[in-house]
Structures are given as C-alpha cells and as structure tokens.
C-alpha cells in the first residue's frame, strides 16, 4: 500500500464535545486533563492528542502525546502483544532513543509554568528514562513529526497502511 504522511491539523484545536466523548469512550471516564488534538484523521477524528503536562489537580502527565485513534492503538497493540517492546528495545540505536526521550521531556517541560512547585512529569516518552516502555506513545509522537526511532519501528512493521 502507498504510505502517504498523516494531515497535521494546521494549528492545535481544542478539544470538541466529540473529541472529549472519544476520550471518554477509551479511558472509561472523562480525561482529568486538558488536551488539544494535534493530528486528525480525513474524517476528522481525533487520532493524535497533546496532553497538558499537568492534570487539572495537579498530577504530573508525562505522556504529551497520545494514540487515540481506535484503528491505530488496536495495530500497535497487536503489535506489542507480539513482543514488539523488547523487539523495538534491541533493534533501535540506544542514543538515538536516548535523544527522543531528552527531546520529548524537554518540549513537555517548556509548557510547565516558570513559577509551579508542584510535582513535574518525570523522563522521556511515556515517562521512561530509559529504554522502551509503550510502543503506543513512540508512535504518537513520531506521527506528530517528532524525531522519534521506535515510532520510526512502529511504523516500518505495521502490515496496513497508516491511513485506512
């Protein structure tokens, strides 16, 4: 199948009524956080969302960027379930995963306030420090655009097309 690049939503949009019921729906509740959805689908849906590095009371929320798109987070379970952490874990360069991770606290952390003193989100993609914890989340944030090698992996062994 011919790969064709996910469409960027040209800027950020706040979550809409529908957005937020497709949040709901995945995590079983309502999202304790704010969020934008960055990257959209053709039809529109939420495929992509950034997540607010604190949740409304506070909590830090190191995941920045989340795979909300049913499609997507059933081929990358599917994906994981098949050992693809430890594959991805031995398969990608250890400093160029180490490079993702320092990128991706560093843009989460700019979006902290100067002045809070609370609990800050804590490592890389995910909240790893080291290593590969969540294909999902690598995923995500490559499909952003963000220089990321096991997104990268994630991408090279899905068998569909990105775009359905």
Known sequence: MQWRWP???????????ADIAQITA??????QGDFTVILRRD???????????????????????WLVDPHDVAKVSRLEAAGGVDAAEREV??????????????ERDAHIAPEHTGPRPYGGVAGT??????LHAHYAN????NTDPVGQWVADRLTVSVEP
């Open 93 to 106: 360069d250890a400093a160029a995963l180490d490079a993702a991770h320092a990128a991706y606290a560093a």
């Open 43 to 65: 039809d529109g849906t939420a495929r992509v969302v950034r997540n607010a590095p604190l949740l409304h009371d506070g909590t830090p929320m190191p995941t920045r960027y």
């Open 7 to 17: 469409r960027l939503s040209s800027s950020a949009e706040h979550a809409s009524s």
């Open 26 to 31: 995945l995590l079983g509740r309502r999202p």
């Open 129 to 134: 420090r080291r290593g590969v914890k969540c």
């Open 142 to 145: 490559w499909l952003v655009g």
